[in-house]
């Protein structure tokens, strides 16, 4: 059976994501799985992406098969939580060294509500996609289930508050280390592109346009408002990211009796900063000294 172009565009795919699979882990061995889980969240787009892929090839041998269609298509839709995800954990690693050097409105609170908001947006994308999928099986119609546009619906939101919390970090740009200020390029960078997917998935989700329609919809504008604009993004993210320094492991607080009494009290040491696992900043702070 000769290939049409959804298949084509699937074969790129494989070409490109299997590389950036491979370069994901290298950065998360390099930078650490559990400080950096931005490195986590682009090893879980490349692999939805090759096995999303890898299904749409699998329908030119059965393509009655509803369950291959609906498996490929559910994995093209939720690969925009993860971009966001990634991001976020950027910006978490450079609000780590701005609290370094003074205080922010972004708190490791805040933004860990933002990657809460994305990470649910991903799970009711997945149930959402699946409830399509049995739907489709049942009546041979894909329609977009609620589960879906809710996801969406937290999906935009953590758009804007990642883009927020971007300006906001962007003004305290000063208090950024060296060499790290390179992290602010990336999301700043990334951002304008992800925007162009969110459209894309936003017009899939809500809209009646049946070009944008995930089964049957348009492919050059899938490709062009999609899958290219993916790519740029994963590229954007580890072509710079290959450049950022290793950050070194954080050291153990000192025990509080290996340090001498004094005046009645024993010194005492307190963590300024948890392990952030997007950040991968810890600071401490006590007595530099005794007068």
């Known amino acids: 059976m000769a290939l049409n172009e959804r298949d084509d565009i699937s074969i790129v795919q494989i070409i490109v994501y299997v590389p950036t699979l491979f370069l994901a882990l290298w950065l998360a061995i390099r930078h650490g799985f ?27 041998s059965d393509p009655t098969n509803t369950s291959l269609h609906i498996g ?67 009546n041979g119609t894909y329609t977009i289930s609620d589960l879906s546009k809710y996801g969406m619906g937290l999906t935009i939101a953590a758009y804007i508050l990642l883009a927020l919390t971007t300006i906001i970090v962007a003004t305290q740009r000063a208090h950024i280390e060296p060499g790290e200020t390179r992290l602010l390029l990336i999301v700043s960078l990334c951002l304008p592109f992800i925007l162009v997917r969110l459209i894309y998935s936003v017009e899939s989700v809500f809209g009646n346009n049946p070009s944008f329609n995930q089964l049957t919809g348009d492919v050059n504008i899938q490709l062009g408002m999609a899958v290219i604009i993916e790519m740029i993004v994963v590229f954007i993210v580890e072509g710079i990211g290959m450049t950022l320094k290793k950050l070194p492991k954080a050291k153990a607080a000192p025990k509080a009796d290996s340090y001498p009494q004094r005046n009645g009290y024993q010194q005492s040491w307190q963590q300024m900063d948890s392990d952030h696992e997007m950040g991968g900043y810890n600071g401490y702070s006590g007595h530099n000294g005794y007068k």
């Open 72 to 138: 490929s298509i559910t994995l093209q839709t939720i690969g925009l939580s993860p971009l966001i995800m990634v991001q976020i954990a950027l910006i978490g690693r450079a609000l780590g060294s701005i609290r370094k050097a003074t205080t922010s409105f972004v708190t490791e609170k805040r933004l860990r509500l933002v990657q809460i908001v994305a990470l649910i947006g991903l799970i009711l994308g997945i149930t959402g996609g699946t409830q399509s999928g049995q739907d489709y099986s049942k």
């Open 34 to 60: 559990g400080r950096n889980a931005g490195w986590y969240y682009l090893i879980v787009f490349s692999l939805a992406r090759i096995i999303g892929a890898s299904l749409q090839l699998a329908t030119i």
